[in-house]
């Protein structure tokens, strides 16, 4: 089954009037995906508590990220900072410690309120936190544990995101895919549609007939770019169109790039060709749009291979997106969960 959720909607946090807008925001999409109303409640407290902080210790920069799993049935919060980082994050997780003295308990009340939490945070660096709540209701389209995550966001003043990204897990083989299609705002974003229930409905199996699928079904469209890389047996298997990117780092230090060949998906005769990189288990699998820049690196930045997923995303989204285009980032570890 595949998965995947919807773009992720950024708002800025540059002022304490834009708490009440992040909370609000959260629990519509909360009450729009069908959460119960005790859920909602815990979406609007992990979404308070997040932007408080961001207030009062992030800086002008700060942002929360506004998503929604709408088949799992979930709303995912991410927090994006440039302030003094957490000393010493583990004494603020104890019940009743507040960072801000905001009205629940700080990064205790996250954590205890979010079915999966996780952050980063680095003195003078600031912080990347994520969370995600569930509603207390069996999904009709479960994310399987430990799996891949991304985040999508459109560009300044959009809406709607022309980035698109899916995954699915078979026993230990995981497939992920990017697709970007050409422009943004809402045309683009239906090519991302189109082509994200293309894949779901014709269920190809590999990266190549993945991307020779969306091929087909995009001929006379507007077009898109796109890899499909499959994690299995210590290798991955890719294939990539046009300028988007993918790399594999290594537990050890290394880092390896997946290759894309020119064209594009819909148009003319692209060249779809399967690679095969070593991936150790413990490696990490970035693919994301050209919304990002490619000089990033992990390797100075402690610890953050341990983080999860979409922690990892969202801190390479905060120190490189080009907020002028659509950005997606996809982060799988292979091996299994963090």
Do not use: Y
């Given at each position: 089954?595949?998965?995947?959720t919807g773009?992720?909607?950024?708002v800025?946090?540059d002022?304490s009037?834009?708490i009440?807008?992040?909370r ?15 859920d ?13 902080n961001?207030?009062k210790f992030?800086?002008?920069?700060g942002?929360?990220?506004?998503g929604g799993?709408h ?10 900072d440039?302030g003094?980082?957490?000393?010493d ?17 700080g990064?205790g ?7 999966a ?10 912080t ?15 994310r ?7 985040i999508s ?19 230990d ?18 090519v991302?549609?189109r082509?994200a ?12 007939a ?18 499909a890389?499959?994690?299995a ?10 300028n988007?990117a ?44 050209d ?10 930045v ?11 995303a ?8 080009n ?8 982060v799988?570890r292979?091996?299994?969960a963090?």
């Amino acid at each position: 089954m595949w998965f995947s959720t919807g773009p992720h909607l950024p708002v800025p946090v540059d002022h304490s009037s834009q708490i009440g807008r992040i909370r609000r925001d959260a629990m519509g999409l909360a009450r729009e995906i069908g959460l119960k109303t005790e859920d909602i409640e815990r979406v609007g407290i992990v979404a308070t508590e997040i932007a408080s902080n961001i207030v009062k210790f992030g800086g002008a920069e700060g942002s929360v990220l506004i998503g929604g799993d709408h088949e799992a049935a979930a709303v995912e919060l991410i927090g994006l900072d440039r302030g003094p980082g957490i000393a010493d994050p583990e004494r603020w997780f104890a019940d009743k410690a507040s960072t801000a003295g905001t009205l629940g308990t700080g990064l205790g009340a996250i954590r205890r309120l979010s079915d999966a939490f996780d952050l980063h945070t680095a003195i003078g660096d600031g912080t990347v936190l994520f969370a995600r709540i569930e509603g207390r209701r069996a999904p009709s389209g479960p994310r399987p544990s430990g799996g891949p995550s991304a985040i999508s966001v459109p560009a300044r003043d959009q809406t709607e995101c022309g980035d698109g990204w899916m995954a699915r897990r078979r026993g230990d083989r995981t497939l992920v895919l990017v697709l970007d299609a050409l422009g943004h705002g809402p045309t683009a974003a239906e090519v991302a549609r189109r082509g994200a229930e293309v894949v779901r409905d014709a269920d190809p199996d590999g990266p190549e007939a993945v991307l020779r699928r969306l091929h087909a079904a995009l001929s006379g469209s507007r077009c898109a770019v796109g890899m499909a890389a499959e994690i299995a047996d210590g290798q991955v298997f890719s294939a990539g169109v046009g300028n988007i990117a993918g790399r594999v780092l290594s537990p050890d230090g290394g880092s390896r790039r997946l290759i894309s060949h020119p064209g594009i998906l819909g148009q003319g005769t692209p060249s779809i060709r399967l690679a095969v990189t070593p991936c150790p288990p413990g490696s990490l699998v970035v693919l994301h749009s050209d919304g990002l820049s490619q000089k990033w690196r992990l390797d100075e930045v402690p610890d953050i291979a341990l983080r999860h997923p979409s922690v990892i995303a969202g801190l390479l989204f905060r120190d490189h997106a080009n907020r002028q285009d659509d950005g997606t980032v996809l982060v799988a570890r292979a091996g299994g969960a963090p």
